[in-house]
């Protein structure tokens, strides 16, 4: 299953919502579909499984929405922490990611 | 506390064997439902998945690299074991080894390993 992130980069100030998208070809089964967050060396880190289920210790302003072919990750209200790469996972018999999304501080 | 540490050579030689150890604490494997996986991510690129190995020992393995891993796990030691045969520069990545939650995604990583592969 390929993944498509977009966009590729984007550019906002703290405050700000954020809206992620990740398209599947084919169909991501069962909403097989995770969202992660990676800063610089480090390793990702899991946000949202089930494509809409917050991972346990993950804050409210993360959500996340979608099905079949077509996933969103939501961040309510930008923090400096969340300026980072973030990752679409399926997780399905052989998992792949998309190729990420910049978060970058405006 | 859930743990998991990656151990390895920082530095391997075209055609060489990568030999890799991902040490698990908090948890063992043998536990039912329990399942590790291995990554790699190439310098400044997207995350790949590469093989897992389940607690009742049934291995799932990346279609494109199958030919050259092989993942083991050594229950006494809690460890899960990675070889990835014919080296060339292109594997040139961090590798990471994390848990695959109950509830789906991967929810424990480790720091990664960097790897190097050059004459």
């Known amino acids: 299953i390929v993944l498509t992130q977009s966009p590729g980069a984007l550019s906002l100030s703290p405050g700000e919502r954020a809206t992620l998208s990740c398209r599947a070809s084919p169909t991501v089964s069962s909403s097989y579909l995770a969202w992660y967050r990676q800063k610089p060396g480090q390793p990702p880190r899991l946000l949202i499984y089930g494509a809409s289920s917050r991972a346990t210790g993950i804050p409210d302003r993360f959500s996340g929405s979608g099905s079949g072919t077509d996933f969103t990750l939501t961040i309510s209200r930008l923090e400096p922490e969340d300026f980072a790469v973030y990752y679409c996972?399926?997780?399905?018999?052989?998992?792949?990611f998309g190729q990420g999304t910049r978060l970058e501080i405006k | 506390q859930v743990t998991l540490k990656e151990s390895g050579p920082a530095l391997v030689k075209p055609t060489q064997t990568l030999t890799l150890t991902c040490t698990l604490s908090?948890?063992?494997?043998?536990?039912?439902?329990?399942?590790v996986s291995w990554f790699r991510q190439p310098p400044g690129k997207a995350l790949e998945w590469l093989a897992r190995i389940d607690w009742d020992d049934d291995k799932t393995y990346s279609t494109s690299l199958r030919t050259r891993l092989t993942i083991s796990k050594d229950a006494s030691k809690n460890q899960v074991v990675l070889r990835m045969t014919n080296m060339d520069p292109v594997d040139t990545a961090t590798y990471y080894c994390?848990?695959?939650?109950?509830?789906?995604?991967?929810?424990?990583w480790g720091q990664g390993t960097p790897v190097t592969v050059s004459s």
């Open positions: 996972q399926q997780y399905g018999t052989s998992p792949t």
């Open positions: 994390a848990r695959m939650s109950w509830y789906g995604g991967n929810d424990y």
């Open positions: 908090g948890f063992s494997l043998t536990t039912d439902g329990m399942r």
